[in-house]
């Protein structure tokens, strides 16, 4: 018995050792495996780190062409047109000579002119020489009083009819340049719309001749939305300088290149029916290339660089009126978040509220997801940092 006692108590520590180690190897294979197990049934999404980026916000439209100066020929002259001196679609200079219309019956009348001038000098130098002659016979009593008045008279018509015929020689003058139609601007000329031969005549009713539009430079006329109308241009409406600096560029159909120029101006006024604001800029045309008519993809784009965050609109989720997105904490588990959107453009929306850089948001699959869920994030870069057009510098 006191053997049996003995070799119980020595078996004991024997026993304690042995569990302590089986604990220690469960623990040591079954932790791995557990780790493994819910590595396992995490569930695998794409996820965006958050990032602030310093650039504009672009806008898309739609616009036309137009030209920065037009003007339609029409005579101011009456007569036969005997010489047209250009030929449809060329560049002609301001002063050309467009057309010339019979300028004989002009010239006739210079020379018409010219003689009553000469005339009219001539009287007033007669006229001129009799008064002073009156001005010396009337301190003398040599001549009466009337004869004194009458040359006195005499000698100022004179200088009235030398004006008058100063003003009609002047009015056949221009008259006469009526005859040569001239270009009052440069710019691509159109086809002539009356040949050699035909009579026109200079009234309110007078026929076009041809037209004339500018291809230094050309317009762009475009709406924009009152939405964007307030939160990119309004707020540096105050400053011309800074609105006016507003870039934008636009493309024609079937054309990949962009053409940069700047704001000229915008409306003064809100379509109430369109909800949209008129608005007008500014490219040079060195080449003639672009005409007025022309359809032009626009693209506008904020005054002023600032710092904003760009999510895709694939990883924002509507709850009733509330948008949110999921986050992935340290512990790879998801986050809800309430976030406050403003812009949206081309598939993107700016951040406002809710996000700050350096967190990581879930992209797609957002049906599956709960809060609080286990997930095994994969990053991947957002379109919005790959030269994003829709917002850059």
Do not use: C
Not at 150 to 179: M, P
Not at 187 to 204: C, D, F, K, M, Y
């Amino acid at each position: 018995m006191t053997l049996l006692k003995m070799k119980t108590v020595n078996m004991l520590p024997l026993t304690i050792l042995f569990t302590v180690t089986l604990a220690i190897a469960v623990v040591f294979f079954w932790a791995p495996t557990h780790a493994k197990d819910n590595k396992k049934h995490a569930i695998p999404v794409e996820v965006v780190v958050i990032k602030e980026q310093s650039g504009r916000i672009w806008r898309s439209f739609s616009g036309r062409l137009t030209a920065v100066d037009f003007v339609e020929i029409k005579p101011q002259a009456s007569g036969l047109i005997t010489d047209v001196r250009f030929k449809g679609g060329q560049i002609v200079n301001k002063g050309d000579i467009l057309y010339v219309i019979d300028p004989r019956p002009y010239k006739a009348a210079v020379m018409k002119a010219k003689a009553n001038l000469v005339t009219a000098l001539n009287q007033k130098n007669l006229a001129r020489k009799e008064y002073k002659r009156a001005k010396d016979l009337i301190i003398t009593k040599m001549i009466s009083q009337r004869i004194y008045d009458e040359r006195t008279n005499a000698s100022q018509v004179a200088k009235s009819t030398v004006d008058s015929a100063k003003a009609q020689l002047d009015q056949a003058k221009i008259d006469l340049g009526y005859a040569y139609v001239k270009a009052p601007i440069s710019g691509r000329v159109s086809r002539t719309e009356i040949t050699i031969g035909n009579l026109v005549s200079a009234s309110p009713n007078a026929p076009l001749l041809t037209s004339i539009v500018s291809s230094d430079s050309i317009y762009a006329d475009f709406e924009i939305d009152e939405q964007t109308y307030l939160r990119h241009i309004q707020d540096s409406s105050f400053n011309s300088a800074i609105s006016q600096k507003a870039p934008v560029e636009f493309r024609l159909q079937r054309d990949d290149i962009a053409y940069k120029g700047e704001i000229h101006a915008f409306d003064n006024r809100i379509d109430p029916a369109s909800g949209t604001i008129r608005a007008r800029a500014i490219f040079d045309n060195p080449q003639g290339k672009l005409l007025p008519g022309m359809y032009a993809r626009m693209k506008l784009g904020s005054p002023i660089k600032k710092n904003r965050i760009l999510l895709s609109e694939r990883a924002i989720g509507t709850d009733q009126n509330r948008k949110f997105v999921y986050v992935v904490n340290g512990e790879n588990k998801t986050v809800y978040r309430e976030i406050k959107l403003s812009d949206s453009v081309d598939g993107h929306r700016v951040v406002n509220f809710g996000l700050k850089p350096g967190e990581k948001v879930i992209i797609r699959g957002l049906m599956r997801i709960r809060p609080g869920m286990l997930v095994n994030p994969r990053i991947v870069q957002d379109i919005s940092e790959k030269n994003n057009p829709v917002f850059s510098s």
